[in-house]
């Protein structure tokens, strides 16, 4: 029996205007030995019906029977895989390079002590026009020593190791927000962590992806992140000056939240 080499994660929810793009940037990739598991979580809209319609016998549609969340979806699509690595897309994203899990599957195969590697990004509005775009740190040591002051991977661009993902308990559930980075925290402790100094992916920055809904919630989750790892890596002190600045800038700061901060910072 043949198996997949990579498992393409795709979670959905009334997103149609944009899963159609981001399935056909998936199923062009030159490496063509792939799954493309797709976990509709519950959607209301006519995903189904579009996600059915393309004809590619790589393609999974799986849809959840009621609305669960986009953290126990990527579990569910992660414990469906069979693929010995994990690709993530979101489903109004696009990977904009055709060879992005050739390139960052050969660095994995040729690289066993790596378990995750990501790519830059290129940001777009909802008509497709670039607004800015961004790299990462690329090295494992660059990464580690920016891990505590910012998520250091784009998660639509990330591939990992699903043996590594099993081992360190997969996403956790009980996190709604920021639950990539979570991950990647932990995945860091047992292997190490790259970028591919590309803009292999484009995302589409609409205002209503979660990460902008939440972006409060977001910035209070990675307090806790990066003083539960504090011991893990490096620079905690300038990760907790660069997410107090956050909070500043975003004027969600007040003195309830700030005597939180400081309980925490004196533990």
């Given at each position: 029996m043949t198996y997949p080499k990579v498992s393409v994660i795709l979670p959905t929810y009334n997103r149609v205007e944009y899963i159609k793009q981001s399935i056909v940037s998936v199923l062009k990739q030159t490496l063509e030995n792939i799954e493309l598991?797709?976990?509709?979580?519950?959607?209301?809209?006519?995903?189904?019906?579009?996600?059915v319609g393309i004809s590619d016998e790589r393609i999974k549609?799986?849809?959840n029977k009621t609305n669960i969340g986009v953290t126990k979806s990527l579990n569910r699509?992660?414990?469906?895989?069979?693929g010995k690595y994990i690709a993530r897309i979101?489903?109004?994203d696009e990977w904009g390079d055709d060879n992005k899990l050739k390139k960052q599957v050969g660095f994995l195969e040729d690289n066993e002590e790596?378990?995750?590697i990501g790519t830059g990004v290129v940001v777009t509005n909802t008509k497709?026009?670039?607004?800015?775009?961004?790299?990462?740190?690329?090295?494992?040591?660059?990464i580690r020593r920016n891990m505590l002051q910012k998520n250091c991977f784009a998660h639509p661009s990330v591939v990992f190791c699903k043996d590594a993902?099993?081992?360190?308990?997969?996403?956790?559930e009980s996190v709604k927000v920021g639950q990539d980075y979570d991950l990647w925290l932990r995945l860091g402790k047992i292997g190490k962590m790259r970028n591919l100094s590309e803009y292999a992916i484009r995302?589409?920055?609409d205002d209503q992806g979660v990460s902008s809904r939440k972006k409060k919630e977001q910035i209070k989750q990675n307090f806790y992140l990066i003083t539960k790892h504090r011991k893990d890596y490096p620079g905690y002190l300038k990760g907790v000056i660069r997410n107090i600045a956050r909070l500043i800038i975003y004027g969600y700061l007040n003195i309830g939240f700030s005597r939180k901060i400081t309980g925490i910072f004196s533990k």
């Open positions: 598991i797709v976990i509709d979580d519950g959607s209301e809209d006519n995903t189904e019906n579009v996600v549609y799986v849809k699509g992660i414990e469906i895989a069979s979101d489903d109004q790596y378990v995750l497709g026009g670039e607004k800015f775009r961004y790299l990462k740190p690329v090295t494992d040591n660059d993902f099993e081992k360190v308990g997969g996403y956790n995302y589409v920055d």
